[in-house]
Every structure is written in C-alpha cells, then in structure tokens.
C-alpha cells in the first residue's frame, strides 16, 4: 500500500547524433510551447495528471551524476513548506492517490491520478509538492542514502539482468553525460550537497522548460484551474541540452562484470539513430518485433534460444529505451530520447552456456541484417503490430504519456501512436529491409555479461573456439546441424577488447 | 510466463495481487452490493465449467483468462515442488489440431497479449485481445485445456527454460530470504516451498513426462476451472459460446492429498547469509487462520498490517522517515486458500540496528494487542480500500486480476464482495481482537538475512 510511486532504478544515457532522415529530432531539447495536452475521456472516473519538464540525468554536473534524480525525489518523496512527509501521506491515505516523477536522462515527468470524488483534496497536495518543496536536510539525507542504496545492494547485487543492460549503456555511451544511471553514480550522488539540489531545481523547474498534460473524466474548468496553480512556477529559460560527440563503434568490445558466484546474464547493441516520427522507425520496429518483441513468445530470438532449445527464460530485442524490462510487460511512457539504442537482451543463463547463446544471437543479427524479413514474416508481424499496439497504451494514464512525450518528438498533429498503426499499412517488406540495411549491422557494437567466472569467460571469449552445448534429451538433426554453425559462429573479440571490472567497482563514479 | 512469486520485501495492495479468498463461512450471510459497477453475470455449465462474465466500455479490448483452481499448494507429494508452474509452461506446447507452432501464429496475427503465472493456489492463463477474435480465441483454449499434447523432448527443453527462471531469482536476497522463510514456518504444508519450487526439484523435472500426463489429468479439469471474460461483450453471447466449445470437456477433478499444518506451538528463529552485498533484511510471520470473508476479525487482520506498519503508521514514522534505521517497511496479511501468514518485512540501513528494529514491530504489536487504534485511521484506511479498488479498474484486463483470486476460490464473486463489505464494517475493536488472536510469539516465524562478508 504506497501512496507514493518510487521510481525504481532506470536505465541510462542517450546521445546527440542527429542524423535522422525524415524530420530531424530536436537538436536541443527546448522547452516545448505551453499548450497543454488534453486526453479527455469522459467515461474514465479518475483524472490523471503530468507535468514533464525538459531536464534530466543529461544535465547532471560532472561528479554530481544523481543530480537530477535527488532533486525529483525531493519534490515526490519529502516534504513541503507547509506539510511534513507524515502529514502528506496522511492526507493522501484516504484518496487512494499518489505522485511521483520519473527521472530520465532528457525529460523529469511529475505523475498523477485521482479519482474525481478526491479531486479537490488531491490537487492542492499535487500542486504544494511541485511548486513549495522544503528540501529538509533530513529528507535529504533519507533519499541520498536509498539512492546509493540503490545502486550499491539492488543493482550491483539483487538483479544480474538489470546490471547487465546498465552496463552494456556505460560501455557505449561512455564519456558522455548520458553514460551514468539516471539515478547516478556512488561517488557522484554522495558528493551532492542539499545546496545543489535546490538551485538545481530553481534553475529547471520552470514554465519555460513545463509541458502539462491532463487525462481522464476532468471538467473544462480544471484546465485553467491547473494552469493558474502552475503559473506561480517562476518564468525561467530553457536550457540548452548538452551537446555530445558519441564515440564511433569500431569492432566488437565488450565488458565483463565479474560477479562471483553468479550466472551469466548478457546483453549487446549500438546507437541508432532513428526516431519516432520518422517512417524509417516504425520501419524498423517491425523488424525489431519480429526478432525479439518483448515478453512476448512472437520473439524470434525467444524461439531460437528459449523455446527451440531451453537455454533460458526469454530473449529480446529493443530500439527504443526500455528501462525495468524485468518488471513490465509493455513500454514505459516518459523515457523520449534523442538517441537511441539498439540492443539485444538475453536473460540469465549458466556461464558455460552464455558464449553459446551470445553467438546464436549474434548470428541470428547477421542472417537478419543480411537476408532481410521475407514477405512472410513481414506481413504476419505487421498484422501482429496493428493490433498488438493497442496494448502499447491500454489506460488513459498511459495514452497520456504518450501524448506528452508526442511534444518531445515535435510530433504535431498526428501522435506517435496513430501514426505508427497508419504506417502499418502502408510500410513494404522492401523498406524494412532497407530500414534493417541502413541501421542496423553485426560488425560493431558493445556486449556487457554479468558472470560469476570473468576470468575464464574472457579466455573463452578471446579463444574465439567452439562453445558447443548439450542437452538432456535428443535433438533434431535439424537443430544439431545448426547449433554445431551456432557453436563455431565468430566471435571476433580480442582479449584486449575484453574489459573485466569488479562488481564492487560498478557505477561506483 | 511469469510467475509471480510474493513479492519480497514489498508486500502487496490489500485486494490486490495474491488474494485467495476462502470459501465463506458456514452460516452463509445475506448478499452484499457487488464492488464491481459493472452487471456481472456467472453461470456454470453441466461438466462444473464456472463462466463469470463482467461487461464493461473498453474500446473493443477484451480479457479472456482461464484459471485453474491448483497452484503450488496442490505440490503435496515428494519431489514434485514447483510442478504447477512447469505446467503452466507446457501449456503452451500445443495440440494435435494446434500444434504450438500453429496456436502461435494464430495468436500473433490477432496480436493478443497472451501470457500466464502460476501463484500458491492458482494457475491462470490470460489473453488481453480484441472482440472480433473473442470466438477464435474460445476455439484455441478450449482446445488446449481438453487435448493438450506434446512429445517428451519438447517437455525437457522446457524444463530448461523453467530453471533458467529459478537462476534469475536466485540473484535476489529478498528471493532468498523468502525461500527459507517459507521453508521454516510451514513444515508439512506444500506452503513451504515456493511456487518456483526446489531446485534439486527443478533440475529432476525432465526425468516427469509421465508425471505430467497424471498432473493434468488431475487437476486440468472443468470443475477445478473458471473461465473470466471481461470487456466489452454480451453475458448472453459469451455463455452460448462457451457451451459451444466448453461442453465436451470432460469432469474428473482429483483433489489433492494436501497435508495439514500442525499448529504452530512456539517461536521458530533462523540466521542466513547472503552471497553478496545487501543491506540486512528482516521477516516476521505470523500464522492466520484460513481467510474468511464475513468474520471481521479475520479480514480485521489485514487492516491491522497496515494500520500498524503502513506509510501512515507511527512504526512507519519512527523507523523510516524519523530515525531513518529503515528503507522499506512493510505488512500484509495472508488471503490464501489454506491458513496462511501476517508477513512484516523490513530492509534495515544499519546491519546493527537489526534487534532494535524487531524491538520497535514487537511494541507496536504490543500496542494494538492493549487497547484498539484511533477510529479515524480505520475510517481513513477503510476508503482508501474502496477508493483503491475503483481507481484499480482501469482495463479489462486490470479487472480480472483484481477479481481472479477471489474467483477461483469460490467459483463466483461473492468472496470479494463479502471482502468488502468486511472491510467497510470493521471496527477498531476488531482490529484489536485480530491482534489478540493472531499477533502471538509462538505463533511467528522470524528470519534475518545478512551478507556473508
């Protein structure tokens, strides 16, 4: 029973390469005009809320990383100038009701919902903690020490998966603003005083920098009602998003967290850089799903690894942010980004077994990126996507999110969703393939394992020898040929390009 | 296919997730208001098939869960822990008319969200689709849950995805903790072991083929199944539709041999260790009485986890917010279908705090066992339930897993009703009595995990 959302620890990073074919994404992130997104549905007794500001983990100091992520934890977890902590939990308890914000790397989004009976009650809390927070030195101190918590117990120690994929992120975007968690790294977040956080938040909690955003059964009157609440949130100016030369990908690299004890746990992708809006992106979507939808058995990648051969639970493929894939089973609103990753996630699995799931990964890439879908699989998977994508945004708080990450990807008119079942229709097996051609490749990219034997693993690897695999029960000779291709496929990573870092070391600056 | 193990450390929504309700008291009361504003309809076929139907606006989206009444709990012979859930995964490898490859693509062009979980007392397969392939869908499940087939190697090349589960959540000290926990407080109840099961278990499931044809033979059955559809659709045409592809399935559910729990007669304590860095973490459990939808101070008892070790407690107050000795603290009371546990969980910061903590949750227990809690805090707590629930129903889908518990218990939605209306009648008194008769120290389980270094 918690009144207050915690955002659990996300993911990282994006970086500016802005190169996008159709309509080039915002090469700053500006704040975006005050016109409010409205998502009336009359039928819906709750009313939800959102207020997205254009700051994030990007704009975290150098050795200040956790910035960002403090500051929104003190608007949604502490108290206000007029209520303490207690006292705001209290007269929440009876609504049923909540706020919270997710901090991401581009955007920090303060969310709501209540049901309308609660309305009045509900928005005078919803307002006093975004526009009057205390920044008590004791609250402060509560939500810096779970932060570090966060990334010192739960990352490095209570989920191998969720490590993996924040380390594959580090390994690629390194050296840019964008490499950190979003929470922030150790050294980073314990060097933040309270000072910081309130010019932080003096500086980008501003109408220049808000886009507001309603949902649900409201009256017309709250717009304006909203509207005058948030109007007391000083003018300010939108900052300039910090400008990033991502460092090219040559070859394959990869990083090995050495965790003893544990299994291994792999993911590996690079930067594409191709966003919502443009045709190219739902183009590739329909390739991406076809390869590894997420949490769903339709994954090609899920069929080769998990169903056919019973290596582990699951196997996906991302070309959008994802962050808490282990927890959910659809997108996340409120991660936009300006770049984005490809990236393939394959879940835990014995350390003698990962070179070989690595490897049939790899090679299921190559036979993609090389042959392209066949007119098949195209269609069946659009067919698929059509429908499949109203689960995308099943609530009107989800539907919301969408809506408002639209401004981020200056998608006027036509929303993301709309356009994106539209483009079903009209997309060609044809241009996926060129989509595929022109994004994706297999030569050059980053591979993160968490593993309980690095050591050994780097050998392996380095060998570039066969990591053939056995069963407990016969297999067709179909699947015997393949796994011995499988087995023997290139790895093509020297040791000097395999980097071991101790799980203690992790995000620790 | 997840398997929602408890949820560690993070206890769940009253009424939401993990609640299994318990057939109603013997002296039956009168019916209450439905909790549900929407018409619900139940009928239940000739072969004991229960079909409830909740109609609601959903834009044409539609849930479609099949649950069958045997989850862990049903686990009762040696050897065979964690065999529901590896069921539920075999479920998904196809007929003779519908081979796996074949219900697949059929369930990928409709682009359904089909997945499945296995809980203590329950397996539900659920389909998140749209009402046009409501009817193709009923051809599909129907099918499967009446002639499922599949050879022995495709069986253990799934068992090998079902360990590669228990290796992800093996990672986790809340998973950890849990595991012993369990295994400590029920010692002949299959409560004892969690729904993923033992891993000598897990590693020894390839050797079962045959098991498994007697496993769904067993339990695979109409009468030990509720067929939910919600969203928007017509109680009428989803009944006529459902003797059309339902009736032919054949009865004969076997219910398990579950051992009964002896009573629990003094205060059982463990210490473990933890492979890796984690803060200390702390279980206290206490054993309930089966749940009972219309006694007060059964369902009072969950009302008193919240009251004493909720965001609003003083616990809460003293620990988190004020001395800052603790992350998370947390508490829930136990809806399962056999009697179960009042969990307390608490993530303590400061490895040496660990005594004083428990010290804190005993006086706070003491409290509640001397004298009732303030009226105001219940009344408060007692609309943020009915609050809670309304605001819960936001898709179809979020309908039927707030009700599927309740559901598979007794076959209708009469449990969650009755929870309800139990919930709005409690008084502090009640509250206070479930303290006195459950909150005992020879009643209680207590596990402390810390890391190893």
Not at chain 1, 174 to 193: C, E, F, N, Q
Not at chain 1, 267 to 282: I, K, L, N, Q, T
Not at chain 1, 487 to 508: G, S, T
Not at chain 2, 414 to 422: E, Q
């Amino acid at each position: 029973m918690k009144p207050r959302s915690r955002i659990a620890l996300a993911a990282l990073a994006a970086i500016v390469a802005g190169c996008s074919r159709d309509s080039p994404p915002p090469a700053a992130p500006a704040a975006e005009d005050s016109t409010v997104v409205l998502m009336n549905v009359a039928a819906d007794p709750t009313i939800s809320l959102s207020v997205q500001f254009a700051v994030g983990s990007q704009n975290d100091p150098p050795g200040k990383e956790g910035l960002a992520f403090l500051t929104g934890q003190m608007l949604s977890d502490a108290a206000t100038e007029s209520r303490s902590l207690d006292e705001i939990l209290a007269a929440l308890y009876p609504l049923a009701a909540s706020y919270g914000i997710r901090v991401d790397v581009e955007r920090s989004t303060f969310t709501g919902r209540v049901h309308r009976d609660n309305l009045d009650a509900y928005l005078e809390l919803f307002r006093d903690a975004l526009l009057h927070p205390k920044f008590a030195e004791d609250d402060f101190e509560r939500v810096r020490n779970d932060a570090v918590n966060a990334l010192e117990n739960t990352l490095r120690y209570s989920s191998d998966e969720e490590l993996g994929k924040a380390a594959l992120r580090e390994l690629v975007f390194r050296g840019t603003p964008y490499a950190h968690p979003t929470d922030g790294t150790v050294a980073g977040l314990k060097a933040i005083t309270l000072a910081e956080v309130r010019e932080f938040y003096r500086q980008h909690y501003t109408r220049a920098t808000m886009q507001l955003g309603l949902g649900g059964g409201f009256d017309t009157a709250l717009v304006a009602r909203v509207e005058a609440a948030l109007a007391a949130l000083p003018e300010g100016s939108a900052a300039a998003a910090p400008t990033i030369t991502p460092a090219a990908i040559e070859g394959r690299s990869a990083l090995l967290i050495d965790k003893p004890g544990a299994d291994s746990s792999i993911s590996f992708g690079f930067p594409v850089a191709v966003h919502r809006g443009e045709r190219d992106f739902y183009a590739l979507w329909v390739a991406n799903s076809w390869l590894g939808e997420h949490r769903n058995s339709a994954s090609h990648l899920f069929n080769v690894i998990r169903e056919t051969r019973g290596l582990n639970y699951g196997d996906y493929s991302y070309i959008e942010a994802f962050p808490e894939g282990g927890q959910r089973n659809m997108p996340p609103v409120n991660v936009p980004r300006r770049t984005q990753l490809f990236e393939v996630w394959i879940r835990t699995l014995p350390n003698n077994q990962a070179p070989f799931a690595l490897r049939a990964a790899l090679r299921e890439l190559k036979l993609l990126v090389d042959n392209g879908m066949t007119a098949e699989q195209f269609e069946l998977t659009r067919t698929f996507l059509k429908k499949y994508s109203l689960h995308y945004a099943e609530t009107t708080a989800a539907r919301l999110g969408y809506a408002v990450d639209d401004g981020f990807y200056r998608l006027d008119g036509e929303g993301h969703l709309a356009r994106f079942r539209r483009t079903m229709d009209e997309l060609s097996v044809e241009e996926v393939n060129a989509a595929i051609k022109r994004y994706w490749q297999y030569d050059d990219l980053k591979i993160a394992i968490v593993t309980g034997d690095a050591a050994a693993m780097k050998t392996l690897l380095a060998s570039d020898g066969p990591t053939p695999i056995e069963y407990s029960n016969p297999m067709p000779e179909a699947i015997v040929a393949e796994d011995r291709e499988i087995a023997a496929f290139p790895l093509a990573l020297a040791a000097e390009r395999i980097e071991v870092v101790p799980v203690d070391e992790a995000f620790e600056r | 296919m997840t398997t929602p193990a408890k949820p560690l450390l993070c206890l769940v929504l009253l009424a939401s997730a993990w609640l299994v309700a318990a057939p109603l008291s013997s002296q039956e009361p009168a019916a209450v208001t439905p909790i549900i504003p929407y018409p619900t309809e139940t009928r239940t076929l000739a072969n004991g098939l229960t079909v409830i139907v909740v109609p609601m606006p959903s834009d044409g989206l539609v849930a479609y869960w099949t649950i069958v009444r045997t989850g862990s709990r049903d686990e009762y012979e040696p050897g065979r822990s964690g065999f529901a859930h590896f069921f539920e995964h075999m479920m998904f490898r196809g007929t003779q008319r519908y081979p796996s490859e074949v219900y697949q693509r059929i369930l990928t062009t409709m682009g359904a969200d089909a997945n499945a979980f296995t809980t203590d007392d329950l397996t539900a397969y659920h389909i998140g689709l749209g009402v046009a392939d409501l009817e193709r869908v009923m051809e599909l499940e129907s099918d499967r849950f009446q002639n499922l087939s599949y050879a022995e190697g495709a069986f253990q090349t799934e068992a090998g995805a079902v360990y590669g589960e228990y290796r992800k959540s093996r990672s986790e000290p809340d998973f950890a903790l849990y595991e012993r926990l369990m295994g400590t407080a029920f010692e002949r109840h299959p409560y004892g072991h969690t729904t993923l099961g033992y891993e000598n278990d897990i590693a020894a499931m390839p050797k079962l083929y045959e098991y498994s044809k007697q496993f769904f033979r067993r339990y695979y059955r109409p009468d030990n199944a509720v067929v939910l559809v919600v969203g928007d659709v017509t109680p009428a045409n989803i009944f006529t539709l459902v003797e059309k592809h339902y009736a032919g399935w054949r009865p004969g559910y076997e219910a398990p041999q579950i051992p009964v729990e002896p009573e629990q007669t003094a205060e059982r304590r463990f210490d473990m260790t933890f492979d890796g860095q984690t803060l200390p973490l702390l279980w206290v459990s206490y054993k309930l009485p089966v749940y009972d939808a219309a006694d007060r101070v059964r369902v009072a008892a969950d009302l008193f986890a919240d009251l004493a070790f909720g965001e609003t407690s003083e616990a809460y107050r003293r620990l988190v917010l004020d001395e800052q000795v603790v992350e998370d603290l947390d508490a829930s009371a136990s809806y399962n279908r056999d009697p179960g546990l009042l969990d307390i969980t608490a993530r303590i910061k400061d490895p040496a705090k660990v005594d004083y903590v428990l010290g804190v949750i005993d006086a706070t227990i003491k409290q509640f066992r001397d004298a009732p809690p303030d009226a105001k805090r219940l009344a408060d707590l007692q609309k943020r339930l009915r609050y809670g629930f309304l605001m819960g129903l936001q898709t179809p889908d979020a309908v039927a897993s707030r009700v599927a518990y309740f559901v598979a218990r007794n076959g209708n939605l009469s449990g969650l009703d009755r929870t309800y209306a139990t919930y709005a009648a409690v008084t502090p008194e009640d509250v206070h009595a479930a303290a006195e008769q459950y909150l005992r120290v020879e009643r209680r389980t207590v596990g402390v995990l810390r890391p190893r270094q």
